[in-house]
């Protein structure tokens, strides 16, 4: 009988341990259903975000959320999900894809837009924009079509411009007696020149997401005529084993062998960008917001940011593509409009305006104004607006037109085709064959 | 005659733990020099020392992650996994050991499936689980996670333990009139110690620094634990190695201090001839 | 003696429960989807064994599944190895401080989390400032640049790297199942004049032999899990060189989308999995009560 009754208790006690822990979080469920009970206007959003602790973005992400919070707070709660590193974040949101609960405003990179649209979440925000024409106006016709569905359908929305030629450290180049290059026989004469001066040309990186390499290839690409530039400029395109990829791909193993670093090969961007900052190569292929960097004496060596120049790439090619920016995957009419309200925060002109001071992104809209002591602060930003007027090749990047497989193929077949173990032609066989397995 | 035989034993040994010690030594030094470095130095130098003593990685870690809030949900989580784990598994190990029944075979069998269960195949249905019972964003859900993860280690070693010692102990408490449960806590835990000091050790590691599933089944600071926080320094354009191997220093130190503390009850019983038939 | 069956029972059915609560569904799911066709937004279709057969005649499954075999077959061998050498050693003066310093630092490995260890070594492996071709440059005084990670001919060597040497925990559980020993044993054999390598290796490993099993099965199961290590590292390549099961799970789920894909490649390691505990147990004999 004692027995029994000792293990009655034992097995008594271990359920009343599952009990009470699960009494405690349905107490805090219920309680807080009751508070927003009581306001009936209160609208919950759910907004998921990667711009936390170092990510660049993370200080304009923020005073955004302030200003949302100034102007909304009172009938809009909001609930941040915070999810670190970029990958996390991509991990997460496909998970709750998958079970349909995408929260209410999400960013669509790396895949996430096309499940949203796909598990029947995402919203059409087309009617909502147009409603307010005083927002459509700071957004560039450009943006808007950037992430126009084919069936006219918007998806998603952004507010900047990702524009991409290439830093070069400005000593060196005086040292080496050149120029930035006008074509690409130029370009490689001049890679020739640093080298033969005893500097590293450029920095390179094929690891994550092979970035600062993959701007350079794009930039190869869609500078090679209308048939390249088209390439570059297509979503998910047919194949990959066209003769401008292949062109690219085999003059990228040319840089990759004689022009870059040692570690270049496997490096991650941070061991690339380092190389650039502190003045062990010459060039590097990257958008402006990295040019804080040049400034912060715990990144660049002392008096970096004199050195650095910028240059569009050859055949006067800049990246220029807008990202896909955010979702809305809100449910009801109330939720909608009050994400259309965050994304309002986002992306209207103040949005824009935050971008730009606070991350140096370049606004889509034309009603940023771009101060003379904005201009004066940003030296390096301020000759890229100049420069980007006389654009011939506009052309996107991997990490918008691929799939997220071939970009990762891109980081497994540079070490292949770098070590002579595949060709080009071969190299852009395995990417066509990563395209394949998303289709 | 019998030192020179003496010495072609314990040089090789000499040796083997040298080098084994130097392969771990360098790269846990590694780690702890880096905390105080910037950037650039670790990104740029091979093993010089830091120019200064960067103590603003320490402070970045506190300043941009919230890694203090995390402190106290690790300790809750991964303790209270660890007791769950260790007395559920205590109880089954200890049946599985002794005890002869049919289906022994294919409960052994069951809970291997544990160690075999993908973590990518896991993270789906676990999230529909998890809230599917309201446990999604606590931290009980964690410890129930956290706990199952640990069953096949856990009943390894304490099985495993279990048919290592003699039965004479239980048999003469059997004799002498004590009843099953009465036996099972008042002899056979205290004689398993370097067992569950064992799997709590592991177990307790696979709940300290568990990342995805941390990151999946929560939402807010109230329940996620310590190895989110490093995260906060991996951003894809902007990592801080400085910041991050200051916060790994600190998330591992009480990871340390709990090894060595179990490790005195692993080794005590070593020498103490704790069984003696 | 023998325990009655309302015992089992109820010292069985909290851990039956708990692994139900955590692994049913996902095995279910896993079983069933393994013969579907399931992408998010579409309905679920069942195509019988289709994803198997698309499986087997996939080179990228073959270097997975071959990588996979290679990794579970090193760190059940020389793995256990060294944990087990280790353990010897060190239980010989268990009590002294750089018994206990030894222990300790050969645990710490296993203590700091994967994302700090993965960048260790991709700092420490690097071409171009890593220490270990710094050390290279210094003995031979020659320029000498490895891409350690990147080049096809050391990259799975130097993954394996990361993790093949650091058995502490295989240690751990041998130094524990040693304090079951009797102690009398031991004194016994001094006695006899035996060397303490004679009395290791003839009488303390044979009474090992559950906990060498326990960590064999550990050690080579954990390599059916690794995973955030390699992405962190060499991502599976350069192509497909240090691709193994879990990351192609993790590529086919994650990037792909292809979840019933991904869920047959689920099953196969299973599979894997199951033969692999079934050969150590054989070699071992374990489960059996002498």
Redesign the interface.
């Known amino acids: 009988m004692k027995r029994k009754v000792l293990a009655l208790f034992l097995v008594g006690a271990m359920v009343s341990s599952f009990v009470v822990g699960c009494g405690k979080s349905d107490g805090t469920d219920s309680g807080s259903q009751s508070e927003s009970e009581k306001n009936e206007d209160i609208v919950t959003l759910k907004y998921a975000t990667y711009r936390v602790g170092n990510h660049p973005s993370a200080a304009q992400e923020k005073a955004c959320l302030d200003r949302f919070e100034e102007l909304y707070g009172d009938e809009i709660k909001l609930e941040i999900e915070e999810l670190p590193s970029d990958q996390a974040y991509a991990d997460k949101m496909k998970v709750l894809a998958a079970s349909g609960e995408l929260p209410d405003v999400v960013d669509g990179k790396n895949g996430i837009k096309e499940l949203a649209i796909d598990n029947g979440q995402a919203v059409d925000i087309l009617p909502m924009l147009e409603d307010d024409q005083e927002w459509k106006a700071d957004l560039s016709e450009d943006a808007i079509q950037a992430n126009m569905s084919e069936d006219g359908k918007l998806y998603s929305l952004v507010a900047l411009t990702q524009l991409s030629g290439y830093f070069y450290n400005t000593e060196m180049f005086a040292d080496a007696g050149i120029e930035p290059a006008k074509t690409w026989e130029e370009f490689m004469d001049n890679c020739e020149k640093l080298d033969a001066k005893g500097h590293t040309p450029l920095a390179l990186m094929t690891g994550e997401n092979c970035w600062a390499t993959n701007i350079l290839l794009a930039a190869m690409i869609g500078t090679n005529g209308e048939a390249g530039n088209e390439f570059m400029n297509t979503k998910y395109p047919d194949t990959y084993q066209t003769p401008e990829v292949i062109d690219a791909l085999e003059r990228m193993k040319v840089l990759l062998e004689k022009y870059t670093t040692e570690d270049a090969i496997g490096a991650l961007y941070a061991n690339a960008a380092n190389n650039f900052m502190q003045g062990e190569a010459a060039m590097f292929c990257n958008g402006l917001w990295m040019t804080p960097d040049f400034e912060n004496p715990e990144k660049s060596m002392e008096g970096f940011s004199d050195k650095v120049g910028i240059a569009m790439f050859p055949e006067n090619g800049l990246m220029t593509t807008y990202p896909e920016g955010w979702v809305v995957c809100a449910d009801s009419p109330e939720k909608q409009d009050a994400a259309m309200k965050l994304l309002k925060v986002f992306t209207d002109a103040e949005g824009q305006q935050a971008a730009m001071e606070y991350t140096k992104d370049v606004p889509c809209g034309n009603n940023v104004e771009i101060t003379d002591q904005f201009a004066a602060e940003n030296p390096l930003f301020a000759q890229m607006m100049e420069d980007r007027k006389g654009t011939e090749y506009a052309f996107a990047t991997f990490d918008v037109t691929a799939y997220p497989t071939v970009v990762d193929s891109f980081s497994k077949y540079y070490p292949d085709l770098v070590y002579g173990n595949i060709t080009a032609e071969e190299m852009a066989k395995k990417l066509d064959e990563a395209a394949e397995s998303s289709k | 005659m019998k030192r020179i ?2 010495y072609i ?1 314990k040089v090789p ?1 000499f040796i ?2 040298g080098v ?2 130097v ?6 030094l ?2 702890l020099v ?1 905390s105080f470095k ?3 130095e ?6 010089d020392f830091p120019t200064g003593l960067h103590i603003q990685n320490y402070v970045n870690a506190f300043r ?2 919230p890694i203090a809030k995390y402190y106290m949900n690790s300790f809750f989580v991964s303790i209270t996994a660890t007791v769950l784990n260790l ?3 205590g ?2 190990g ?3 050991a ?4 049919k289906l022994k ?1 294919f ?23 998890i ?1 599917a ?3 999604y ?4 859900g964690l ?3 956290y ?3 640990g ?3 856990t ?3 304490v099985s ?2 279990f ?5 004479e102990l ?2 003469s408490a ?1 004799i002498d009139g004590s ?4 036996t099972f806590i008042k002899i056979i835990v205290p004689l398993g110690k ?2 569950f ?2 799997a709590g ?2 177990q307790f ?1 696979t709940c300290w ?1 568990e ?2 599933f941390a ?2 089944l929560t ?2 600071h109230e329940s996620r634990t310590l ?15 400085g ?3 200051a916060a ?1 220093v600190m ?2 130190l009480p ?2 201090i709990i ?2 503390l179990m ?1 005195k009850q ?2 005590t ?9 | 003696m023998k325990i009655k069956k309302k015992w089992v029972v109820a010292f069985l059915v909290p851990s039956t429960l708990l692994f139900l609560f955590v692994y049913a569904l996902s095995l279910v799911v896993l079983l069933v989807t393994s013969f579907t066709q399931w992408n998010i937004g579409q309905e679920i279709k069942f195509i019988g064994i289709q994803n198997y057969v698309e499986l087997f005649t996939s080179t990228v499954f073959k270097a997975a599944a071959l990588n996979t075999v290679k990794w579970v077959l090193l760190q059940s061998s020389v793995h256990v190895l060294i944990g087990v050498m280790f353990a010897l050693v060190v239980s010989r003066r268990a009590k002294s401080w750089h018994a206990r310093f030894a222990r300790t630092v050969f645990m710490i490995p296993n203590i700091i989390s994967s994302a700090a260890w993965g960048m260790v070594f991709l700092c420490i492996l690097n071409p171009k400032f890593g220490l270990l071709n710094s050390i290279v440059r210094l003995l031979s005084q020659e320029e000498y640049s490895q891409n350690w990670f990147m080049d096809p001919k050391t990259a799975f060597l130097s993954v394996t790297m990361i993790w093949l040497p650091f058995a502490a925990t295989v240690a751990l559980i041998v130094s524990a199942e040693m304090t079951a020993v009797d102690s009398t044993v031991y004194e016994a054999a001094s006695i006899d004049g035996a060397t303490y390598f004679q009395t290791s290796v003839y009488i303390t490993l044979p009474l090992m032999k559950n906990a060498i099993a326990t960590g064999t099965i550990l050690s080579a199961t954990s390599m059916l899990q690794k995973l955030d290590i390699i992405l962190m590292t060499t991502n599976g390549g350069p192509g497909t060189t240090t691709i193994n099961m879990p990351l192609l799970i993790y590529e086919t789920s994650m990037r792909e989308n292809n979840y019933s894909l991904a869920s047959a490649q689920g099953i196969i390691l299973i599979m894997m999995g199951l033969v692999s505990i079934g050969i150590i147990n054989r070699i071992y004999r374990m489960n059996k009560e002498d």
Request: without cysteine.
């Open positions: 035989r003496n034993v040994t083997f733990v084994i010690i392969m771990s030594v360098v790269p846990i590694w780690v880096s910037l950037n650039p670790i990104l740029s130098s091979t093993f941009v992650s007395v559920v598994m109880m089954a200890y049946v599985i002794r005890a002869s029944f075979r409960f052994r069998a069951m809970f291997s499936l544990a160690l075999l269960v993908p973590g990518a195949a896991l993270l789906i249905p676990l999230y529909t689980t809230k019972v309201g446990l964003d606590t931290r009980l410890i129930l996670v706990a199952g993860f069953i096949p280690t009943l390894f070693i495993g333990y048919m290592a010692i003699p039965r239980e048999e059997y009843g099953f449960l009465n370097p067992a000091a064992t050790v592991l590691l620094n990342f995805q990151m999946t939402t807010g190895p989110v926080a490093l995260y906060y320094f991996k951003s894809a354009f902007a990592s801080d190695y910041a991050m191997f790994t998330i591992s990871s340390i090894y060595i490790q692993i080794v019983g070593l020498t103490g001839g704790a069984v003696k038939g």
